[in-house]
Each structure stands twice: as structure tokens, then as C-alpha cells.
């Protein structure tokens, strides 16, 4: 839970890394907005974590083929019933990034938005301002290139 | 005493969606707003099978064999529910950008371009990005204010961003995009099985009846017969040949928008870097991949509070996000331009097709011409609309 006194500052977005093709993955470029507020490898982990939710749930092997075949063969009608993979995971990501918000980013002031939330874009993060202090980083300055 | 009365209206969040797609059963089925030609291949196929199921069925399940209706059955239904599943599921629309997230996008661009000086037109908004050590231009789109991932494009019937766009289908009444595009293609191969199969199996029919009672009795015994074969001819042309252009495409993993717009052909265009170079893994990835989710909330709720005493609307466009308790309710106010073209690139490719197209024909060799009175689909079904954002 963020303070009951504090107020958006700003909010920082997180961009697809789209080196490896289409696959969901994030960027783990530290934004320097954050720089003050959290440490660098949390942010990291969170994000590689992420990207290894992500990349299990669009793997493609022997999981997704069964899936696949079972599914053609009723029509598509099992889904109805059973839960996809892709949506098991989403679960997982949706548990794990409130956990994250709970122990490590509430506490500083921050909050992590699911990516699904913003149609699987960007991972936003918003800043809290304490009420009492001025809120200093209203503009923000842009992070340099968004990496490649 | 003032008797506040707050009524307290719940909408979903279908009813506020941009973009130019009608909803039923309360969020839940997503098409087009042209339905006409869906209503129509509805008709044709379900007529035409009911045809067959009225006339040749009875004669042939007595006269060959009862598994005939029965597997035409199965056959039918499946074309049913590959067709209802493409045409009512969601794409893969990207929702747009909300306004910080465009204004975030836009002090990027600001900060890329630097100064611009007064007069001057400014660069057209592209990023690169590398995949699989080649070099892809990622749009910004206007509409959408934000740079479309890689594959997606601006489908302008629908007004939406839509992921790995491939076409928007007038006889689907939907866009195919990455989550509708296996039912697209399970759609069109299970239609000419069940063509084929209708039209060996009128064949058969006339020729046995024609046997026992004469071919001018036959006819005027089951006149469907005729519509039925009418029908199928041409169907049979059309949808085949649209069968084999998607397996041809699906080996390569490339969409009919790539195809049409000839990103990976000649020589100045790089090579297409989501292929595989194997035809089993294309396939396997583009059939068998991972079923993506919707991002795109259509059943979400957002409850809109009206007090009756005081003056104040209510504030629908105020997405209730769980995680986004301060969204500001003013539009962004970052120099946006709304819906403006940006300039067009210099194409090196040689041969290179227009990009607005309209009923296009694939490149691959379809054995049709028009034909004459009613054919079920003519030789160029695909109408690939992509505005030039």
C-alpha cells in the first residue's frame, strides 16, 4: 500500500525489447528517474523474472503442440472448460508483480502496473511523491534513447 | 433536507472502446461494423448444406453408407465453429495509449529529434529496432500514439492497431490478426474439405439416381442438387486457392499485409527475420504456438457514479485500472498532432505494390476470373486496408 499521503509524481515506462522478434520481453535498461529510489539490480530482477514468465508462457515444444492438437481436434470447445497455458502464467505474472509491489516497491514509494493491463506494452511504474515534500521531479527528464 | 440520490450505473468497458467494432452479449463476441458478408457466407453455407442434408443425404446414407451424413455433419459443424471463432473473437487489437503513456512517447520523440527549426517538416516518427541482426522500422501510429510492435499495422475498417495484422476479411466480418489467424486458416481448409466433399458427393448422387431413374428425373427430383453444384464450383475455385496461398504463407511466416506490401522481396529488402528457414517450425509456430491472451479488457467493469444534486457529469472515460488510482481526466496537452500521414519513405524495392490496397489479389498462382451470376466468393476475397499512418 502506498502512504495515504502520497501523490503521483510521475510515472516511468518500461519498453519491449523486440531483439528477439515478437516474443514478450522487457527492457532491463535502468531508467534514470529511478535512480534515487531503488536500487538497480531489484529493478533487474524484476524485470528478468518477468521475462522469464513471459518467455515460458509463449514457449513452444511439446506442451504447446499437445494443447494445440487437443484443442483443433474438439474445435476449440475444451477451452471453454480448461484453462490455457498462457493464462496459467498470467496468473503466476499477476501474483508475482503483487508480491513485488507489496515487499519491495510500495515501500519505496512505487508501483508496478501488470503489463497486461497496458495491452502487454509497457511495464508502467509510477512515482509517489511524500505529500509533505514538493513534488521535485514533475517534469521528467527522458531517459536517453530507449534502447534497441 | 436535500435528497442526494446517487445512482450508481455500472458499464463495461466495451461501451467506452475506441475504434469502430460492435460488441454483443455484453462484451463478449467482437466484429467489424460491416456484418453483410458474414451474414451472407452464414447463408451460403449453412443453405448450402442444409440442401445437401435434404436431398443427397437420405438417398446416400441408404444407397452407400450412413457414415456419409455423418461425417458431413461433423465436417459442418467444424467449418461452423472455426468460422464463429474467427469471426467473434478479438484479433489482437492493441488497446491505445492512455495519455501519460503518449505523452511519455512524445518527449521521447522531442528529446530524439531535438531542435526543429520553424518552417521545416518534422522527421517522419520511425524507430529501429534489431531483430535477428536485421534492422526493422517500427511505426508510430497516430490513431493509436503509440510505435506499433513489429508485424502489427493500422487495420482503417476496424480503427484499431491490430498484432501480426494479416488482413481484414469482409466474409468473416473480422480483422485476422496473431490470435484469430490458425481458426482463419482451419476456417478456409475445413471449407474446401467440406466443398470438395459436398460436391464429389453431388456428383455421386446424380450418377446413381441417373442410373435407376434418368438423369432429367434426378434433377427434377432434387433440384438443390443444381444450386449445390453451382454453389460449390465456385466456391470450390476460390477458397481453395485462398487455402494454398495461406499454407504457402504460413511456411514462410509471413502475413498477406507483408506479402502484399513486399517487405521481404527484393533485393534491397532484408530478408524476413521470423522465419525459421524450415517449413515444419514455420508451420508449427503459426498453427501450434502458444493461444494469446486479449489484452484488449472488453468486460471489465466501470461503475460511473451520477449524484443527482450536484451539476457534475459523470466521468466515464476514467478507466478504473486497480493499480491506477490517479488517472488525470484531461486529455494529454504534449503537442500531439492528431491523425496526420507521415511523409513516405523512399522505397528502394523494386516492384514494390502500392500500400493501400483494395481487393487485392495474391501473388500466387489463383486459377480464377470472375465468374458469372452469384459465385459464392469471387477469386479475390481479401481486402487488405491498412492506412498509410
Known amino acids: ?148 | 433536507m436535500s435528497a442526494v440520490m446517487i445512482s450508481r450505473k455500472v458499464t463495461r468497458k466495451w461501451e467506452k472502446l475506441p475504434g469502430k467494432n460492435t460488441f454483443c452479449c455484453d462484451g463478449r463476441v467482437m466484429m467489424a461494423r460491416q456484418k453483410g458478408v458474414f451474414y451472407l457466407t452464414l447463408f451460403l453455407i449453412v443453405g448450402t448444406c442444409a440442401l445437401f442434408f435434404a436431398f443427397e443425404c437420405p438417398y446416400l446414407a441408404v444407397r452407400l453408407s450412413a457414415a456419409i451424413p455423418v461425417f458431413a455433419i461433423v465436417l459442418f459443424l467444424f467449418v461452423m465453429a472455426m468460422l464463429l471463432r474467427t469471426s467473434f473473437s478479438d484479433p489482437g487489437v492493441l488497446p491505445r495509449a492512455l495519455p501519460e503513456e503518449a505523452n511519455f512517447i512524445e518527449m521521447e520523440i522531442e528529446a530524439a529529434n531535438g531542435s526543429i527549426q520553424a518552417g521545416q517538416r518534422p522527421p517522419p516518427r520511425i524507430r529501429n529496432v534489431q531483430i535477428n541482426n536485421q534492422i526493422v522500422k517500427l511505426k508510430y501510429c497516430y490513431t493509436c500514439k503509440i510505435f506499433r510492435p513489429p508485424r502489427a499495422s493500422h487495420c482503417s475498417i476496424c480503427d484499431n492497431c491490430v498484432d501480426r495484422f494479416d488482413h481484414h476479411c469482409p466474409w468473416v466480418g473480422n480483422c485476422v490478426g496473431k490470435r484469430n489467424y490458425r481458426y482463419f486458416y482451419l476456417f478456409t481448409l475445413s471449407l474446401s474439405l467440406l466443398t470438395i466433399y459436398i460436391f464429389t458427393f453431388d456428383i455421386v448422387h446424380v450418377a446413381l439416381r441417373s442410373m435407376d431413374s434418368g438423369f432429367l428425373n434426378t434433377l427434377k427430383e432434387t433440384p438443390g442438387t443444381v444450386i449445390e453444384v453451382l454453389v460449390c464450383f465456385f466456391t470450390l475455385w476460390s477458397v481453395v486457392g485462398l487455402t494454398g496461398f495461406h499454407t504457402y504463407l504460413i511456411s514462410l511466416n509471413q502475413t498477406t499485409n507483408e506479402d502484399i506490401k513486399g517487405s521481404w522481396s527484393g533485393k534491397n529488402r532484408i530478408q524476413n527475420p521470423y522465419s525459421h528457414k524450415n517449413i515444419i517450425k514455420n508451420c508449427c509456430e503459426v498453427l501450434c504456438g502458444p493461444t494469446y491472451p486479449s489484452v484488449l479488457d472488453r468486460r471489465g467493469l466501470m461503475s460511473v457514479e451520477a449524484p443527482s444534486s450536484t451539476s457534475s457529469p459523470p466521468t466515464p472515460d476514467n478507466a478504473a485500472t486497480k493499480s491506477n488510482p490517479a488517472t488525470p481526466n484531461t486529455k494529454t496537452t504534449a503537442p500531439l498532432i492528431p491523425n496526420e500521414h507521415t511523409p513516405d519513405e523512399a522505397k528502394p524495392g523494386i516492384g514494390t505494390p502500392p500500400q493501400k490496397t483494395n481487393g487485392s489479389i495474391p501473388k500466387e498462382g489463383k486459377p480464377s476470373s470472375p465468374r458469372g451470376a452469384s459465385p459464392k466468393r469471387s477469386p479475390a476475397p481479401i481486402v487488405v486496408k491498412e492506412s498509410a499512418h
Do not use: W
Open chain 1, 1 to 148: 500500500r502506498r502512504p495515504h499521503s502520497a501523490s503521483l509524481a510521475n510515472k516511468v515506462f518500461i519498453q519491449r525489447d523486440y531483439s528477439e522478434g515478437t516474443v514478450c520481453k522487457f527492457q532491463t535498461k535502468f531508467p534514470s528517474e529511478l535512480d534515487s529510489r531503488i536500487e538497480k539490480t531489484l529493478f533487474e530482477d524484476t524485470v528478468k523474472t518477468l521475462n522469464n514468465y513471459y518467455a515460458e508462457a509463449e514457449k513452444i515444444g511439446g506442451h504447446s503442440y499437445l494443447e494445440g492438437c487437443l484443442a483443433c481436434i474438439t474445435a476449440y470447445l475444451i477451452f471453454l472448460c480448461m484453462e490455457t497455458r498462457y493464462e496459467k502464467v498470467l496468473k503466476k505474472i499477476s501474483r508475482y508483480i503483487q508480491e513485488q509491489n507489496e515487499k519491495i516497491y510500495a515501500p519505496r514509494g512505487l508501483l508496478i502496473t501488470d503489463p497486461i493491463e497496458r495491452g502487454m506494452r509497457v511495464i508502467e511504474i509510477s512515482i509517489y511523491e511524500d505529500r509533505g515534500s514538493s513534488g521535485s521531479s514533475s517534469g521528467s527528464s527522458t531517459t536517453s534513447s530507449s534502447g534497441r
